[in-house]
């Protein structure tokens, strides 16, 4: 059942290659963070304003601007809820509306500009090939039929972060395992593309989970009057993915000894890696 739709779709893709085909797909990001703060020196209702603030810094919309072989990634601007005046502040490295993914499908590669801590950098680099198993399960994402698709890879799951004034535990990074992308992904548009850096299925991919974080989509636009415009995006120092995974890797350690530097303070600053 799932070779025939791969066949439906690859002919029709073929078809909308020859066609002006164009959307616009907004998605909202969710994610997990385990924050302990049973020994901190924070009252109920400092805790409780934390947690908030913290879950809505991973309660992001991003829009995906695509057409037959491009698109177009990035995070939809909007205002900063304020900091409490305790001293704590969050900040995601490597995150931000000025951060642009730009993918072309056809061509099996990407660009990517990325603000690093006042740094631009444009990481361009291969498109990563998830080994994707096609599964006949479906469910209904709006007006459409999706059907469930899984892979594997390796990668580093959100830590659990515990915020004591008193600790002496410090930061450590994460290891890395095993962990299951799934995704959901409509025949409906057989276009190859999805949100963040995921592609390869014989449809658009309208939901993503990998565990700690889930990507739904809540809006979708297709073939407008209004034509996208989708650019390549060109400034910032030219890095590969594991150039800057690197870079990314100090910069982590540098903030993990900074916080670990900082306990028992009175001041809290949590920094976690995007």
Do not use: H
């Amino acid at each position: 059942m799932v070779r025939i739709i791969i066949l439906i779709a690859l002919f029709m893709v073929e078809s909308l290659f020859a066609q002006d085909f164009q959307g616009v797909v907004t998605y909202k990001t969710n994610r997990k963070v385990d924050l302990n703060m049973e020994d901190s020196k924070m009252n109920a209702d400092m805790q409780k304003q934390l947690q908030e603030m913290l879950k809505k810094q991973f309660q992001k919309e991003y829009v995906l601007n695509f057409n037959t072989s491009e698109s177009i990634y990035k995070e939809e601007e909007s205002l900063g809820g304020p900091q409490p005046a305790s001293g704590v502040q969050i900040v995601i490295a490597g995150s931000g509306a000025s951060n642009i993914l730009y993918k072309n499908i056809k061509e099996k590669r990407f660009a990517r500009k990325q603000d690093m801590m006042g740094k631009l950098f444009l990481v361009k680099d291969n498109l990563e090939k998830l080994n994707w198993k096609l599964e006949d399960e479906t469910k209904k994402i709006g007006n459409y039929t999706c059907y469930k698709a899984t892979a594997k890879r390796m990668g580093q799951r959100m830590q659990s972060m515990t915020i004591s004034a008193d600790s002496e535990e410090e930061m450590t990074e994460p290891e890395e395992e095993e962990i299951t992308i799934t995704a959901w992904y409509t025949p409906e548009i057989p276009i190859s593309n999805g949100p963040g850096s995921y592609w390869g299925l014989p449809g658009l991919i309208l939901e993503i989970n990998n565990g700690d974080q889930s990507i739904l989509s809540t809006k979708l636009v297709l073939n407008s009057k209004k034509k996208i415009d989708i650019k390549e995006p060109t400034k910032g120092k030219v890095v590969t993915e594991e150039k800057f995974e690197k870079i990314m890797e100090k910069k982590m350690k540098e903030m993990r000894d900074r916080m670990n530097t900082r306990r028992g303070s009175g001041d809290f600053e949590i920094r976690i890696g995007g």
